[in-house]
């Protein structure tokens, strides 16, 4: 089939836009030298001819497209390696540490991802000096492939539940790993069915009898020659899931493995030979990784969901259905009120979350630097922070992946545009790395007790500083402003009620913990209110803040979205809005006004805004989304792919179905 250059619907489009593209791709890059440093590595991993699939994926078997995914990952990781990109090392976005590039290569996840994602991350921040000088080498250079397997079969969120053991022998100077019951195999690890030998094992430590909570360490499972399970391992793959099927995730046992003492990572803690326990400055210490992942998939959620919105977006202006106006053609869906409706708002919140992980990633590398020198004050509040905009996140990106793939209509349900793999990648967010509920109580641990603490006088943290102003009724102001402030009201006010509530279920004589859990609806709302004051207020600044330094153009623009988002999230919470501030239903009418004119602003650079997120087709991977914009063309050149286009008649019809037309069944 000969395309055309470029579909002249994205050609009109493309000129009614006014700024310049590269110069944001370069903002949401982090810099021009990212964008010219992901090009290059893109130009470098696309070009390779054996990353690329003959057949789709979705045509293979589980078998196939396991054995496919380890095959492109060998490659990727040959030419990786030539282009010095470091894996295992995380930087402010999926972009610029090319998780993004990395990830295009599979529509469903590569099987080594979690030796990159968490098994290097946990050598790192958990190996005292020695032991990261003898892993991190041999894991970089793909001598030893891991995993972190914490999951259990029986306990995934309580990690004090956890049932694995480590015991140690002081005699021998091991530790002896077991799974005492089947609720205690390791359930969900990637990479740890068929691909890995070596795991960090998250396990309850045992010395003489006595328990000291969990610890990483590092144990080996397969043979480094043959590959086959070590004596007394047993492990295998969990089965087909809803998403990662080619992630290879597994399941793992114990039955009395010993491994070397040294083999427990002792950044933080230790066990000397004769088994003294020293322990930790802070024991929450050996969650870190958690702590460093959760705070990378904020930008990771914004990152799937601008995917999702440059496909969504592009197809909607190629696609024209119905009628506006009877005598004109059908217009482009785009032009639908509703349709802008349902996307303009996954643009404002892409960016929103991306600027919002980038001051997160400060902020963990500033905790960082003064963890090393053994100052973790900032630790209570980064945890709160990571689990709540991890949650908040990964929930609202996900909700918009969905909306964007039900707003490309019937051809969103298909494989080929990428979006339903998208959604099942982005909704995984949702449970992995701490089920949302759950992050969203442990926010409202924080926040609980950072308000009792304020009320005896204790300084709140940055992010919860306004909670030390008077909830005293002001008049509505629609500026961004007064929109913040509003939202933070929102936060104080569910808050204070929360901790009303419980301390009357506790005077009712219910134990704290029944009146926590009788309470813990409302906790989630004010653990969430709270994180959504925290990114309106650090995606407004942050805009602020760039604005100074990009042209005027850019910054009508990237102000236009802080718009859009706020008054957007405005409409949406109007029932928390009317409850705790005076918003009436006056200001609500003129913010509806306000919001239509919005998306009428907006439209004009909606395809400049999605190409500025700058993803080559072979990154986004679907039919609907290419930067040509010739969908038709593309779904039918997928559909020719399909294996039972090979044949006119398929043999079925001669077994079955001739004969139950005839009658001769
Ligand atoms: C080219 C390639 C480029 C390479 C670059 C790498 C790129 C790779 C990219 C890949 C991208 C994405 C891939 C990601 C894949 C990840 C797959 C998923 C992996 C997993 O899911 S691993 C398993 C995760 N499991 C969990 O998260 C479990 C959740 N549960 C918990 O965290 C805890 O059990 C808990 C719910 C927090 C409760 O813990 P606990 O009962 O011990 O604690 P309490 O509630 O009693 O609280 C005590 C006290 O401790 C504080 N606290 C709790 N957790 C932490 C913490 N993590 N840090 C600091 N403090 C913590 C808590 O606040 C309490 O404090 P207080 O007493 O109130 O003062
Ligand atoms: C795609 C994917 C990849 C994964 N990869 C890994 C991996 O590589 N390594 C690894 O170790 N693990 C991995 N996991 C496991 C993952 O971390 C856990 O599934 C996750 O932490 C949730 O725990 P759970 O499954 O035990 O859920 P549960 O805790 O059983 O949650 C079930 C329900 O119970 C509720 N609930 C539980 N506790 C509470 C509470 N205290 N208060 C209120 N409600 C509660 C939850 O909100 C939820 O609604 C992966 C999971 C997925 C889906």
Redesign the pocket.
Known sequence: MTLKKVNPDLEKERSTCTFNIEELTNLLDTGAHCTAERRAVEDKVFSVKELKDEIPDEFLSHKERYENAIRKSVFLHKV?QETG?K????NRSDKS???TT?YSIFKDGSPF??Q???FVPTILGQGDSEQVELWYKRALNMEIIGT?A??ELGH?????GLETEAVYDEKTEEFILNSPSLSSYKWWP?GLGHTTNYCIVMAQLKIKGKPYGMQPFIVQIRDEETHMPLPGVKVGEIGAKLAFNTVNNGFLGFEHVRIPRRHMLMRFSQVSKDGKFTSSANP?LA?GT??M?RV?IVN?AATYLSRAVTIAIRYSAVRHQSKLKQNEPEPQILDYVTQQHKLFIGIATSHAYMFCSYWLWDVYVMYQKEQNVGNFDR??EL?ALACCLKVISSSDCTGLVEKCRMSCGGHGFMMSSNLPQLYGISTATCT???ENT?MLL?TA??LV?AWELGSRGRPFSPTMSYFAEKNVPSKWDSSLEGILNAFQKVSIGKLSSSVSSLQEYTKSGLSAEDAWNKASVQLIGAAEAWGRAVVLSIYKSEIERYGQTVSPALKSVLFDLVELYYVHLTLEKMGDLLLYTQLSEKDVVSLRKKYEDLLEKIRPNAIGLVDAFDYRDEVLNSTLGSYDGFAYERLMTEAMKSPLNAEPVNQSFHKYIKPLMKGKL
């Open positions: 990786l990109v894996r295992g090392v995380y540490d090319f998780r990395y991802m979690l990159y994602s968490m972190y914490q999951t995934g969120t309580f990690i004090r990637g929450k969650y958690m702590v992942v990378t990771s630790l209570p945890h992995y790395e701490g759950v442990q641990r924080a007790k």
